[in-house]
């Protein structure tokens, strides 16, 4: 069933050949399920928080509980000196849409760069059980419905581990996730959202 849900994503299979690792489906002959699915492209912020996510979050705090994390996206490039046998680069994807339903969590650990990624609106509104970072609140104001932001490493994980460990947990926050896109991420309300942000950053600076 998992190896089925990765192949309908698409994927180059980033690591299959990696000296260091069993190709990418050997790997995965024994795992069950998707924990945590990280997606972003090769961009230097992407880079950046993924790899904070996985030094100081995963390996640190979650790795020992046996979860397991998947990376789609070109940023897997970037991060491919982490050979841990629970960390699965799938590289590019044609399609997010399986894996963001998979798993059981979608951790946006955005800590550089403007806090806005795109690949933030399809974990929200396919995934929804999202920890978040400052970075992701101050950019989509997801406090305003509930959603907590963490920028300790512990607090982050002991999060994710909730959200994992407790399904009425894991479903609040997915009901919040589809609250906010039922609020703004339809195509009037999120132009507005971005108006309203572009006019507080003008009123800030001009502020400064």
Not at 56 to 63: D, N, R, T
Request: contains cysteine; glycine residues 4%; proline residues 6%.
């Amino acid at each position: 069933m998992l190896l089925s849900t990765i192949l309908d994503s698409g994927p180059t299979f980033l690591d299959a050949a990696h000296p260091g690792q069993k190709p990418l489906y050997e790997r995965l002959e024994h795992v069950e399920r998707i924990d945590l699915i990280l997606v972003g492209s090769a961009h230097p912020a992407n880079i950046k928080s993924f790899r904070w996510f996985i030094e100081e979050v995963f390996i640190k705090h979650l790795a020992e509980r046996r979860l397991n994390l998947f990376v789609a996206g070109s940023v897997g490039a970037q991060l491919q000196d982490f050979l841990q046998p629970n960390i699965f680069l799938l590289g590019r994807c044609a399609r997010l849409t399986p894996l963001l339903q998979a798993a059981r969590a979608c951790p946006l650990p955005v800590v550089a760069g403007s806090g806005s990624p795109i690949k933030t609106i399809p974990a929200l509104a396919l995934n929804g059980a999202v920890t978040i970072t400052p970075h992701i609140d101050e950019a989509f104001r997801l406090s305003d419905y509930g959603i907590p932001s963490f920028s300790d490493p512990a607090e982050f994980a002991a999060d994710l581990c909730d959200m994992l460990e407790n399904s009425e947990v894991r479903n609040a926050r997915r009901q919040a996730a589809t609250h906010y896109a039922r609020d703004v991420l339809t195509e009037t309300s999120y132009i507005e959202f971005w108006r309203i942000i572009m006019d507080e950053l003008q009123m800030n600076k001009a502020n400064q």
